[in-house]
């Protein structure tokens, strides 16, 4: 099953530290959860502004009790983890767990990336996300929207190629 999952984190260049992490799985099934021991006072000015606003007041959890949720979530299943430019997100999902190396058998020991994908497609604008940016939760969801868009534009190509291709050779065998 595909899992979309964003989070937020504080980064100096040395070490990437949870703030929070937003799941969505394909199914519709949700989680998110706030890191209770974040050292949100080494947050920079950026964080400051634009994260720190969407935390709650009732969803700190310690880094133990957020890995055992997310094991309760996932399951038995072997999953498929999508992200938007999510080379630090995953980074922070891994240190959950220690390194990655303790990461539960089945699990990747990567995440794929719906800006790869976007490229891949010659980059097309994708939708709006409107409000919640930077909410980790809200950027789950959104980066479930983004890849199914992505993914509906992608077999339209595939078929417009198929029909060009059909017509073509149609031309040819005359």
């Given at each position: ?13 040395f ?13 519709g ?55 938007y ?90």
């Amino acid at each position: 099953m595909k899992y979309f999952y964003d989070t937020e984190f504080i980064e100096n260049g040395f070490s990437v530290d949870l703030i929070s992490i937003g799941i969505v799985a394909e199914d519709g099934r949700e989680y998110y959860a706030q890191d209770r021991g974040c050292p949100l006072y080494q947050a920079n000015d950026w964080v400051k502004e634009n994260v720190l606003p969407h935390l709650t007041e009732t969803d700190w959890k310690f880094r133990p009790e957020i890995k055992e949720d997310i094991l309760r979530f996932i399951g038995d299943d072997k999953p498929e983890f999508w992200g938007y430019y999510s080379a630090y997100d995953h980074v922070a999902l891994c240190q959950l767990f220690g390194a990655m190396i303790d990461l539960p058998k089945g699990w990747p020991m990567y995440t794929r990336d719906i800006k790869q994908l976007c490229d891949s497609l010659g980059n097309p604008r994708l939708p709006e996300q409107g409000k919640g940016e930077h909410n980790a939760l809200a950027d789950a969801r959104w980066n479930k929207l983004a890849y199914e868009w992505l993914v509906s534009r992608e077999t339209e190509a595939e078929a417009n190629e198929r029909r060009r291709q059909s017509g073509y050779m149609r031309a040819e065998g005359g």
